[in-house]
């Protein structure tokens, strides 16, 4: 497969050096600083194996030949300038993976680029990106979920090519060492993945500290299954309440009293930077609001993340 990976940040670092290592077909499309950084070769520092991998890029303007598929792996903030950076490599039915957080990217995608086909992606990798472009991979988790999402993910060629094509992705994944699965239930799987991170985020950021130390203090773990209990109770009112096995799995997740686990807003948080609150948070309030359900914990989260934000300037 021919892939683009926009961004080569934490989770396109890994995912996207991972695939070129495996000798797969990898371009990036970047900005001039990260393509300067990238001259001497994509750095990975990970329990999986340390690499420095030669990597081809592109920046805004240079053209290519056409790609089998396109992954999106830039922060919420940044998808306007992101699909404004892709659409000249787009053309009809080519498949487009979002691994970005919440759902409301789907409709802005298909919104923007209505020719291309959008598949659901979720991904589930601890990393980070330092300063000096080294990719920082945490633990031996690095998943990947895809697949056609329901209503044929697009226009033109539909869910049975988006299908195909996520598929064919997902091969290249395993090959590539990443635990990768083509998913039959991608929407939920979206829905889901953003029922544990808004808890997590809501909870990591306001507390400023990881989930362990939260939950042995004594009502952080009634907190966290709070705001669980907020999100769940949104998402269901929105037609996507996930299965019991899911939510155990997500219990288990925010309330565990050991080990360094934090969502990334919070890591972003302390290094200064913008976060996702509006598409993460924000997007769960506005639907919360629509449906007349409370969510007052979720709101003290958001404040707190707005103050944050407005203080940066």
Same mark, same amino acid.
């Given at each position: 497969?021919?892939?683009?990976?926009?961004?080569?940040?934490?989770?396109?670092?890994?995912?996207?050096?991972?695939?070129? &290592?495996?000798?797969?077909?990898?371009?990036?499309?970047?900005?001039?600083?990260?393509?300067?950084?990238?001259?001497?070769?994509?750095?990975?520092?990970?329990?999986?194996?340390?690499?420095?991998?030669?990597?081809?890029?592109?920046?805004?303007? &240079?053209?290519?030949?056409?790609?089998?598929?396109?992954?999106?792996?830039?922060?919420?903030?940044?998808?306007? %300038?992101?699909?404004?950076?892709?659409?000249?490599?787009?053309?009809?039915?080519?498949?487009?993976?979002?691994?970005?957080?919440?759902?409301?990217?789907?409709?802005?995608?298909?919104?923007? +680029?209505?020719?291309?086909?959008?598949?659901?992606?979720?991904?589930?990798?601890?990393?980070?990106?330092?300063?000096? %472009?080294?990719?920082?991979?945490?633990?031996?988790?690095?998943?990947?979920?895809?697949?056609?999402?329901?209503?044929?993910?697009?226009?033109?060629?539909?869910?049975?090519?988006?299908?195909?094509?996520?598929?064919?992705?997902?091969?290249?994944?395993?090959?590539?060492?990443?635990?990768?699965? #083509?998913?039959?239930?991608?929407? &939920?799987? #979206?829905?889901?993945?953003?029922?544990?991170?808004?808890?997590?985020?809501?909870?990591?950021?306001?507390?400023?500290?990881?989930?362990?130390?939260?939950?042995?203090?004594?009502?952080?773990?009634?907190?966290?299954?709070?705001?669980?209990?907020?999100?769940?109770?949104?998402?269901?009112?929105?037609?996507?309440?996930?299965?019991?096995?899911?939510?155990?799995?997500?219990?288990?997740?925010?309330?565990?009293?050991?080990?360094?686990?934090?969502?990334?807003? #919070?890591?972003?948080?302390?290094?200064?930077?913008?976060?996702?609150?509006?598409?993460? #948070?924000?997007?769960?309030?506005?639907?919360?609001?629509?449906?007349?359900?409370?969510?007052?914990? +979720?709101?003290?989260?958001?404040?707190? +993340? &707005?103050?944050?934000?407005?203080?940066?300037?």
């Amino acid at each position: 497969m021919r892939i683009l990976f926009l961004g080569a940040g934490a989770i396109g670092g890994y995912f996207g050096g991972r695939l070129t &290592q495996a000798g797969e077909d990898v371009t990036f499309l970047v900005r001039d600083r990260r393509a300067a950084q990238l001259a001497d070769g994509l750095r990975i520092e990970s329990p999986k194996g340390n690499a420095t991998i030669p990597v081809r890029t592109l920046v805004s303007g &240079q053209t290519a030949d056409p790609f089998d598929i396109i992954v999106l792996t830039c922060k919420a903030d940044g998808l306007p %300038g992101a699909l404004d950076a892709i659409e000249p490599h787009v053309a009809p039915d080519t498949p487009i993976l979002p691994l970005l957080n919440g759902v409301a990217h789907i409709d802005a995608i298909r919104t923007r +680029l209505p020719q291309a086909i959008t598949l659901g992606g979720v991904a589930q990798i601890p990393a980070e990106l330092t300063p000096e %472009g080294t990719v920082l991979h945490h633990s031996g988790l690095n998943n990947i979920l895809t697949g056609a999402l329901e209503d044929g993910a697009g226009h033109g060629a539909g869910h049975g090519a988006g299908h195909a094509v996520a598929g064919r992705f997902v091969a290249a994944l395993h090959g590539a060492g990443v635990d990768a699965t #083509l998913s039959e239930r991608i929407e &939920q799987d #979206l829905w889901d993945k953003w029922v544990f991170l808004t808890t997590l985020a809501a909870g990591t950021c306001l507390m400023r500290s990881p989930v362990a130390p939260i939950n042995r203090t004594d009502h952080g773990t009634r907190v966290m299954e709070a705001l669980l209990a907020e999100c769940i109770a949104v998402v269901s009112a929105e037609g996507h309440p996930p299965e019991e096995d899911r939510i155990t799995f997500y219990r288990n997740g925010v309330t565990a009293s050991d080990g360094y686990f934090k969502a990334s807003m #919070l890591t972003d948080m302390e290094a200064g930077n913008p976060t996702e609150a509006d598409h993460v #948070l924000g997007d769960m309030i506005a639907r919360a609001d629509r449906h007349g359900v409370e969510v007052p914990l +979720l709101k003290v989260a958001y404040t707190h +993340l &707005q103050v944050y934000e407005a203080a940066r300037g």
